[in-house]
């Protein structure tokens, strides 16, 4: 297992496009997190996965963003419409149910102009 | 509300010892993470504390003292490379991370 991986690397869109990320998380973990960062900030929680079952999204989560996790292994964050505002770090993490560490991957770093 | 304090920025010298600081309010305490993020990269973990006391790892070492809702990481032997963010993170009573804005630490030679 090779760790979290998630696609692309960087992501650069023209504002009012749509943009869709992908993460692939560690085979046995569960759960599945997508989280923002800013430049200056900690991981600003978006919304999580326990198997294909979404649980909680974030008040912070607009109509625009949604995620998915079809078959509990790879996850996709959908942002349709992009904002200028929506320029950050898209990271995703995953871990065991309610126990262990959280293991991230490298992000996707999306720039929207 | 939830809340999590650390220094913005702290400043150290190639082979000293640093000490950051983490105090924090959640609703609920199932544990305080340590993670370090180089710029522009993920968050990679360093350590992990759910009971109080020092938690030893090679040159890092965390500490936590849930009755204060403090907790420290201690970097010992700094190394140019130990230049990055140090994050903060307490997961709540519903299993959710909350994080600290992170502490950037610059090591001078």
């Known amino acids: 297992d090779t760790g979290v991986s998630q696609n692309p690397r960087h992501k650069i869109t023209k504002r009012g496009q749509n943009v869709t990320f992908r993460c692939d998380p560690i085979s046995e973990h569960n759960r599945l997190y997508w989280y923002r960062q800013t430049l200056g900030q900690g991981p600003e929680f978006l919304t999580y996965?326990?198997?294909?079952?979404?649980?909680?999204k974030s008040r912070l989560l607009s109509d625009r963003f949604s995620a998915e996790r079809p078959k509990g292994s790879f996850s996709t964050l959908e942002i349709q419409r992009t904002e200028q505002g929506d320029s950050a770090m898209y990271l995703c993490?995953?871990?065991?149910?309610?126990?262990?560490?959280?293991?991230f991957g490298s992000g996707t770093r999306l720039t929207v102009v | 509300g939830q809340n999590i304090d650390q220094p913005t920025e702290m400043t150290a010298t190639e082979g000293a010892i640093v000490q950051i600081n983490c105090t924090y309010q959640?609703?609920?305490?199932?544990?305080l993470f340590w993670y370090q993020q180089h710029a522009g990269e993920a968050p990679t973990f360093l350590s992990y504390?759910?009971l109080d006391g020092l938690e030893e790892k090679g040159r890092f070492s965390s500490f936590l003292s849930r009755s204060k809702g403090y907790s420290y990481l201690l970097l010992k032997e700094l190394q140019m490379k130990d230049s990055a963010s140090y994050l903060c993170?307490?997961?709540?009573?519903?299993?959710?991370?909350?994080w600290g804005a992170g502490t950037k630490l610059i090591i001078k030679p």
């Open positions: 996965f326990q198997n294909e079952a979404q649980l909680e």
């Open positions: 504390n759910v």
């Open positions: 959640t609703s609920g305490f199932n544990g």
């Open positions: 993490a995953s871990s065991l149910a309610r126990g262990g560490g959280y293991t």
């Open positions: 993170a307490v997961r709540d009573s519903n299993y959710q991370l909350i």
